[in-house]
């Protein structure tokens, strides 16, 4: 299997373990964790998964002068990030934080233009529309969405977060030409666990143990090895080789892949033309984004 077609596996795997996380983190916040303790479990436990891996199976120095930049990554990729995301999903609903986060891959696109000088082609345009026009069919009709004074503020942080995601995607790209994606995370997920101690610890202080049941445990444990410790992983393995707006265009499968794990795990939902249609849509614009320009071009 070449490498190019391992990225795209990779992210589809991160984006049905996103679609999960909607709701699983729900349901662990905020009645028996606190966001910013959530975070600060999140982080920790993943730092030790991957300084663990890093240290023992991946012999890799860095170069100092690459601390500083892994720093500020840290603070888009893990800081503001998951302080973010996780705060607004406790004030907010599911359903609000998985629409909201289709504006990324429009933010991405925007970023790696200015940074990267990454083109921003008709080809490209078209396909995060049609993917965006498919991910809210799916996400909007029959599902109760709302905006007002309960969920502004938690909306406005899911935004800030995508913002926040976008860069780091970004902005990591250059260190994945150097380094082992273990050596990269790794020191990214030291310098977040700096940040964002100070803002868990109280919290996670307050944690009351004894009312987790063993079905919280392995929600908690999912959030912590799939959401974290996997998905970082896979995410910024697939930036190795494809583009930041290619990484980012997959997160409209998230609506879809949720479907089928309704469908196919808990048999609490059903597809219908509707969906059909709007899977075909957020393939198709998956497509378009990630296929080369002068293939596309050619094929016209």
Same mark, same amino acid.
């Given at each position: 299997?070449?490498?190019?077609?391992?990225?795209?596996?990779?992210?589809?795997?991160?984006?049905?373990?996103?679609?999960?996380?909607?709701?699983?983190?729900?349901?662990?916040?905020?009645?028996?964790?606190?966001?910013?303790?959530?975070?600060?479990?999140?982080?920790?436990?993943?730092?030790?998964? @991957?300084?663990?891996?890093?240290?023992?199976? &991946?012999?890799?120095?860095?170069?100092?002068?690459? =601390?500083?930049?892994?720093?500020?990554?840290?603070? @888009?990729? !893990?800081?503001?990030?998951?302080?973010?995301?996780?705060?607004?999903?406790?004030?907010?609903?599911?359903?609000?934080?998985?629409? /909201?986060?289709?504006?990324?891959?429009?933010?991405?696109?925007?970023?790696?233009?200015?940074?990267?000088?990454?083109?921003?082609?008709?080809?490209? #345009?078209?396909?995060?529309? /049609?993917?965006?026009?498919?991910?809210?069919?799916?996400?909007?009709?029959?599902?109760?969405?709302?905006?007002?004074?309960?969920? &502004?503020?938690?909306?406005?942080?899911? =935004?800030?977060?995508?913002?926040?995601?976008?860069?780091?995607?970004?902005?990591?790209?250059?260190?994945?030409?150097?380094?082992?994606?273990?050596?990269?995370?790794?020191? !990214?997920?030291?310098?977040?666990?700096?940040?964002?101690?100070?803002?868990?610890?109280?919290?996670?202080?307050?944690?009351?143990?004894?009312?987790?049941?063993?079905?919280?445990?392995?929600?908690?444990?999912?959030?912590?090895?799939?959401?974290?410790? @996997?998905?970082?992983?896979?995410?910024?393995?697939?930036?190795?080789?494809?583009?930041?707006?290619?990484?980012?265009?997959? #997160?409209?499968?998230?609506?879809?892949?949720?479907? =089928?794990?309704?469908?196919?795990?808990?048999?609490?939902?059903?597809?219908?033309?509707?969906?059909?249609?709007?899977?075909?849509?957020?393939?198709?614009?998956?497509?378009?984004?990630?296929?080369?320009?002068?293939?596309?071009?050619?094929?016209?």
């Amino acid at each position: 299997m070449n490498k190019t077609l391992q990225a795209h596996l990779s992210l589809v795997i991160v984006n049905a373990i996103y679609a999960a996380n909607f709701s699983i983190a729900k349901e662990v916040m905020p009645s028996h964790i606190q966001p910013f303790a959530f975070v600060l479990m999140r982080v920790s436990g993943a730092l030790i998964l @991957f300084w663990f891996v890093g240290t023992f199976f &991946i012999k890799e120095k860095v170069d100092r002068k690459d =601390l500083p930049y892994m720093a500020m990554l840290a603070v @888009f990729g !893990v800081a503001l990030n998951q302080l973010l995301f996780l705060k607004g999903l406790s004030i907010t609903q599911p359903i609000n934080g998985a629409i /909201i986060m289709t504006s990324n891959p429009i933010i991405v696109i925007i970023i790696a233009a200015l940074f990267l000088k990454e083109k921003i082609s008709l080809q490209k #345009i078209i396909g995060i529309f /049609i993917g965006a026009i498919g991910a809210l069919i799916m996400l909007v009709y029959g599902n109760n969405f709302t905006i007002g004074s309960d969920t &502004i503020f938690g909306d406005m942080l899911i =935004l800030i977060n995508s913002f926040s995601w976008a860069l780091y995607i970004v902005l990591v790209k250059p260190l994945m030409n150097k380094y082992n994606t273990f050596t990269v995370v790794k020191w !990214v997920f030291l310098f977040g666990f700096i940040y964002v101690l100070p803002f868990g610890f109280s919290e996670f202080q307050e944690i009351n143990w004894e009312t987790f049941s063993p079905a919280i445990w392995c929600d908690v444990a999912f959030v912590v090895v799939a959401t974290t410790f @996997f998905a970082y992983i896979l995410n910024t393995y697939a930036l190795r080789a494809l583009s930041p707006s290619v990484v980012s265009i997959y #997160i409209y499968l998230q609506p879809f892949l949720a479907t =089928l794990i309704a469908v196919y795990i808990y048999r609490n939902d059903h597809l219908d033309l509707r969906k059909t249609i709007a899977a075909v849509l957020i393939i198709f614009g998956v497509y378009l984004v990630s296929i080369p320009i002068k293939k596309f071009q050619k094929g016209n």
